[in-house]
């Protein structure tokens, strides 16, 4: 393993060291200690040397690898250069300019860069304008002139990977943050700094009605028109705005866009600046949304509210409202006329100025406060002073939450009937319609629990009538009649009964109801019997189950996040998800709960942790997103990106940390920063109001967000006012919200009402925690708010949760299951009895229509109820491996494979991840997802095998030898204990095999072409997968014969060198009928080809090596000196015959002496290299050579020269015949 990677000892973790310049690939599985340990193997640069003078190249060949990179192919034409790096993607090509052929080196880069987009430094000795500018359109990473330094070609080779890697993260960052842009629902249109369109979103497109291939490149105006509704049509420039001001510019309510076709949408419209790293403007964003269906909603409610009021004015009834506070906040026209206000005198009163009798008026809303509804004869004062009897009529007043926000009081002047029975029986009956007229059942029974009152609500709740009841025990209203009994006694005895109760319904089903029961007396005050006031909770009881569920499953799915989180408190670890128990190397959660915090800090950055612990749980204040440095327990570093918070954990202050692994990621340089600037700017306007306030609601700070949440121009116009007088519709509310603050806790979604500037009302969710000095002095309050106005109700929330995760689970591209067995399976069971337990209980109870498909099914439905063992098989080791890695991780795995098998008995392999839902010591049931992986893992397969293949080509010394590793490696994909090659001699007509592996056949000896399997294969040169029904069809046809010993299935692929078939390449089983399917047969074609290259190329390599072995045993025993030298005459090579006429003992000597076929003498030297410049061959030359003892030697040499093709000497080579000899 090189230097830029390392080996952790946690099962399937993978850890990098990138370099600029280095990639890496190559993953390796290794078995050790029955677990699987996963490595990572550095690879060096792959360069291609694209160069026609052979010399130049291998020496720049040896010079590259000596610098650390691989070559990947040497080539002297254009044609070879395309074809070679289309066949290797080199990561750098190095080009000559001129070479030989139709295609020139620009021409060839031209292909490469464009197509294929493969870096290319120009290698030339051409530098005139006209090459350059040629070359300088194929945009070219480099260009280095011959001659040149090894430090400039090493430098411009690092630029040139370096620029690519950058080009290349630049293209990726460019790409995720155009799909982010295009997929959100907001409408998103950028432009230049002259109002130039460079990018649309689809919602932009759909609103617009123009598709931005129409309008790429031109003007805003074109197509973002907005009209003034007062003077049509007014077209408002926002780029002008923003460019000249320099601010965002916020137009909501106000705007109604244009859209192509000449439709008038109402929008709300954001206009912000788009600045670069330097804080430059470059352009301008513009974020609008369709407000059309708000607006209808307004309407709608502006109409519901102005028919409720024209229904208060028009009753006959006085109808008076007051708030918490009693302060009136309703009077209609029938008040104003019996008491003489008129509506603007009393608004804000306290309800006191219209009773005779305050205290009266006390006892009627204490008893009211006290049964939520209450029916009464009241004395009140006009304005005039006079006293008048009313029948009065109270409610409480609930908003859409069943929250209390005031009462209501419907009442009538009885001046006329006080004195008179009928009056007064006319009263009764009106209070008696009230009861009916209620919500709530009020049932009430004599002393003896005999039902005397019944309304209407209670028999439309239970079913049945007044008269089926009346006179008969109330007992009959319950399945357990003790409950009953219970409540009438308790009442009776304590005057008050306040509890939940299970009641029964006519039909005999069971419901729950919230009883409140209280006393009844006469004038005399003497108890008469018991009235109760309840309300059907069984709705209630339904949601509140639904949202427990809701909840756990969605804990349940969070749980699975693949990013690592701890909890702390006072600096002591208390939690870890299992994504943190992975990345700090432990082997469990209980390694690291307890530890202090700073145990797994990095000492360089205890410092700043402190800090920021500090800062939180001391000032409360919120820290930045930063990236820290980390130590596993195994002692190694890791960097992660750490976001933190306070929060409470189990009544305590905590702090919440998460961790996202940075290690392998690489700072991209200014264009890319600059890139993350520009984006960042799209998607970053739209925020929630964050504030800070003292306790007496004073406003501190707020954000642009709150302002414009509550209509007004800037955050500076809010520090002018109080929020708890100003804001809040309900400052008791508020009160109470003051209250937990203070108490310490941590208040979250408190939904409140506020008041903007223009006098709406909306609704909001506030979080917020009061800050504390460290003497328990307030300081502030912070918090943020949340605009919720146009949420639906908790019930419509809670059934789009579950719409949405049903959804989730249909439409996930991923599988989602659950598993659940008959009864919950004890954790405290041996690890094998619980993997059996798995295996044999456990049941599919939900899943989603893509889990179907992964295994050949097309819905859902089909595969529920399913048990483990049907899906995985236990016999497969691999498998009881990741169950017990499940059980062994405490019920929380992420990642790991699995290897299963369809319906239709394919083999496939998922990536899961599973969560165990633990209750009381058993787990109760398994959630999970799980991604098909197989076409990854087979590509992965193949792309490591053909690697594999290259590279035990070029390593194995013998064709033996290339044969055993593919078997080999073929073995890594499939069974294939029995293995054969067979190659076609086609000069004899002949099939050979010169590897054959069998637990049961023998090997041929060569044969002529019959009817075998291997000569079908060869004859019709397609892949055969030879099942016995297929085996059955062809011998009846004629198309084969059996021989040897038959087998129960056979794969064979023909072996294919440049379109001609060599060979076949087979595997054969004798006893399973299914060991082989059509993946098989697909993965053997993908590798077949190399494999067919690599035997050719390994055979042709052996005939030139012994061809050369050959030629040079002739060279050697040749008796007249023969010799090979440079142009400059410098020998390259010799055979003995020259080296004992120079005196040297072996031709290494020669070499080594850089002995000169030319002589020493400058004139001889001279005029053989104008000879030869004339003529190819010069003979019979005498000279004298330098033998190795320093004496001239007088020879007779003959000279033969090897020529470019413009003519200049290549090399040299001749004979040399001692002049003793000659003569």
């Avoid at 799209?682 to 707020?702: F, K, R, S």
């Avoid at 949420?791 to 659940?820: M, P, V």
């Avoid at 059996?836 to 049941?843: F, N, T």
């Avoid at 019709?1020 to 198309?1039: A, F, N």
């Amino acid at each position: 393993m090189g230097p830029g990677a390392y080996v952790d000892g946690t099962v399937g973790r993978i850890h990098r060291i990138e370099h600029p310049s280095r990639h890496t690939g190559a993953y390796t599985l290794q078995r050790q200690n029955s677990k699987r340990r996963v490595v990572e193997i550095m690879i060096n640069p792959k360069i291609l040397i694209v160069e026609d003078e052979n010399i130049v190249a291998k020496d720049l060949q040896k010079r590259l690898m000596n610098l650390g990179y691989d070559i990947v192919g040497i080539v002297s034409t254009g044609e070879e250069a395309v074809k070679k790096a289309i066949a290797t993607l080199p990561d750098l090509v190095l080009m000559d300019v001129r070479l030989k052929g139709e295609m020139d080196g620009i021409e060839a880069a031209s292909a490469l860069r464009f197509q294929y987009g493969i870096a290319v430094v120009y290698l030339s000795a051409y530098a005139d304008n006209d090459t350059l500018k040629r070359a300088s359109k194929t945009e070219p990473f480099g260009y280095i002139l011959k001659p040149f330094e090894e430090r400039e070609l090493h430098t411009t080779i690092e630029m040139a990977l370096y620029r690519r890697e950058l080009e290349r993260r630049f293209k990726e960052n460019e790409n995720w943050y155009g799909t982010t842009l295009r997929s959100i629902g907001e409408a998103v249109i950028s432009t230049d700094t002259q109002g130039t369109i460079k990018f649309m979103n689809t919602a932009a497109e759909n609103l617009t009605g123009w598709k931005m291939s129409e309008v790429l490149g031109e003007d805003l105006l074109k197509v973002f028109r907005t009209a003034d509704k007062s003077v049509k049509p007014h077209i408002t420039n926002q780029v002008g705005q923003i460019l000249k001001n320099k601010i965002t510019a916020v137009l909501k309510n106000h705007a109604t866009l244009v859209s192509r076709d000449g439709k008038e949408i109402p929008i709300d419209e954001n206009a912000s600046p788009i600045k670069d790293e330097l804080g430059n403007i470059v352009g301008v964003v513009l974020v609008f949304q369709d407000v059309s269906e708000r607006k209808r909603v307004q309407e709608a409610l502006k109409t519901s509210q102005e028919y409720a009021q024209s229904i208060i004015e028009s009753s006959m009834d006085m109808v008076i409202a007051v708030d918490l506070e009693r302060k009136i906040v309703e009077f209609n026209k029938a008040a104003e006329r019996t008491f003489g206000y008129k509506k603007e005198e009393v608004l804000g009163q306290h309800i006191n100025i219209l009773y005779a009798d305050p205290e009266a008026g006390a006892r009627v809303n204490k008893m009211l406060g006290e049964s939520g509804r209450e029916v009464a004869e009241v004395w009140n004062r006009r304005k005039n002073g006079e006293l008048f009897p009313c029948l009065l009529s109270s409610a409480v007043l609930q908003n859409a939450r069943g929250e209390k926000i005031g009462f209501m009081g419907m009442s009538r002047d009885v001046t006329d009937i006080a004195r008179s029975d009928e009056k007064l029986k006319t009263a009764q009956e009106y209070a008696q319609s009230i009861v009916n007229s209620s919500l709530d059942m009020i049932i009430a029974v004599d002393k003896n629990c005999n039902i005397i009152e019944f309304n209407k609500a209670a028999e439309e709740t239970y079913g049945y009538t007044l008269q089926e009841l009346l006179g008969k025990n109330a007992e009959i209203l319950y399945p357990n009649p003790e409950e009953c009994k219970k409540i009438h006694r308790t009442t009776m005895e304590q005057s008050r009964y306040v509890a939940e109760v299970v009641n029964r319904r006519k039909n005999g089903e069971e419901f729950h109801s919230l009883l409140s029961s209280s006393v009844l007396r006469n004038a005399k005050g003497e108890m008469i019997g018991v009235m109760g006031v309840s309300r059907d909770i069984t709705e209630k009881k339904r949601s509140d189950q639904a949202l427990r569920e809701s909840e756990e499953r969605y804990r349940t799915l969070v749980e699975l996040s693949p990013d690592p989180i701890a909890v702390h408190v006072s600096g002591t670890i208390v939690f870890v998800n299992t994504a943190a128990v992975q990345i700090f190397a432990a082997r469990s959660s209980d390694e690291l709960i307890g530890r202090s915090i700073m145990e797994v800090v990095h000492p360089d950055y205890r410092i700043i942790v402190k800090d920021r612990i500090a800062q939180m749980s001391t000032k409360g204040k919120r820290v930045p997103t930063i990236e820290e440095k980390f130590v596993r327990l195994d002692g190694t570093f890791f960097e992660a990106e750490v976001a933190a918070m306070q929060f409470l954990w189990q009544g305590k202050s905590a702090i919440q940390v998460v961790l996202r692994d940075v290690t392998e990621r690489i700072k991209a340089e200014q264009a890319l920063r600059g890139s993350e600037s520009k984006y960042r700017s799209l998607v970053e306007n739209v925020l929630d109001g964050v504030y800070q306030t003292t306790p007496d609601g004073e406003i501190l700070t707020a954000n642009p967000a709150l302002a414009r949440m509550l209509g007004y121009e800037t955050e500076t116009d809010l520090l002018l006012l109080n929020v708890e007088k100003e804001l809040y519709i309900n400052p008791e509310a508020r009160r109470q919200f003051l209250q937990r603050l203070n108490k310490g806790e941590r208040v979250k979604n408190a939904e409140f009402k506020l008041r903007r500037k223009d006098g709406q009302i909306i609704d909001v969710l506030e979080n917020a925690r009061m800050v504390r000095s460290r003497l328990g002095d307030i300081l502030y309050l912070e918090g943020t708010i949340t605009d919720i106005t146009e949420l639906k109700s908790a019930q419509e929330a809670l059934r789009i949760s579950e719409e949405r995760f049903r959804a989730f689970i249909d439409q996930s591209a991923e599988a989602i299951w659950c598993f659940e067995s008959p009864e919950p399976m004890p954790i405290r069971l041996s690890e094998a009895r619980q993997i059996k337990y798995l295996m044999e209980l456990g049941y599919l109870t939900e899943c989603n229509d893509t889990m179907a498909r992964m295994y050949g099914l097309e819905s859902a439905g089909q595969l529920l109820g399913a048990k483990l063992k049907d899906l995985i098989d236990p016999a497969d080791p691999a498998n009881i491996d990741y169950l017990r890695s499940f059980i062994r991780s405490e019920y929380r795995l992420v990642n790991a494979e699995s290897h299963e098998i369809d319906k239709n008995g394919k083999s496939k392999y998922f990536m899961n991840t599973m969560m165990g839902v633990v209750e009381g010591e058993k787990l109760v049931r398994v959630w999970g997802t799980q991604r098909d992986i197989t076409s990854e893992k087979q590509a992965g397969l193949i792309k490591d095998v053909i690697f594999r293949i290259v590279q035990v080509q070029d390593s194995s010394h013998s064709l033996d030898e290339l044969y055993r590793e593919i078997h080999r490696l073929v073995q890594e994909m499939m069974p294939a204990n029995n293995f054969y090659i067979a190659l076609y001699d086609k000069e004899n007509d002949l099939i050979r095999f010169p590897y054959f592996v069998d637990e049961i056949d023998k090997p041929d000896s060569p044969r002529k072409l019959g009817k075998g399997l291997t000569e079908y294969v060869l004859r019709t040169g397609q892949s055969l997968l030879c099942t016995p029904v297929v085996d059955e069809d062809l011998q009846k046809r004629g198309e084969i014969e059996v021989i040897g010993v038959p087998s129960k299935i056979w794969l064979g692929v023909p072996l294919t060198v440049d379109d001609q078939v060599i060979g076949v390449l087979a595997v054969q089983d004798y006893t399973d009928v299914n060991r082989y399917g059509e993946e098989h047969l697909h993965l053997l074609e993908f590798i077949s080809l190399q494999i067919a290259k690599a035997i050719d190329r390994k055979s042709h390599i052996t005939r030139i090596m012994q061809t050369h072995q050959q030629d040079r045993r002739l060279f050697d025993a040749n008796p007249v000196g023969l010799f090979i030298a440079r142009a400059d005459g410098t020998v390259t090579d010799c055979n003995m015959a020259l080296t004992r006429t120079l005196g040297f003992k072996t031709h290494e000597e020669v070499i080594a002496a850089r002995m000169n076929i030319f002589g020493t003498a400058k004139r001889t030297v001279d005029s053989l290299l104008k000879k030869l410049q004339k003529t190819p061959n010069v003979v019979d030359y005498e000279l004298k050579l330098t033998g190795a003892s320093g004496k001239a030697i007088p020879v007779i040499v003959h000279y033969y020269s090897d020529r470019e093709s413009d003519g200049r000497i290549k090399r040299i080579q001749g004979a040399v015949v001692p002049k003793s000899a000659k003569d």
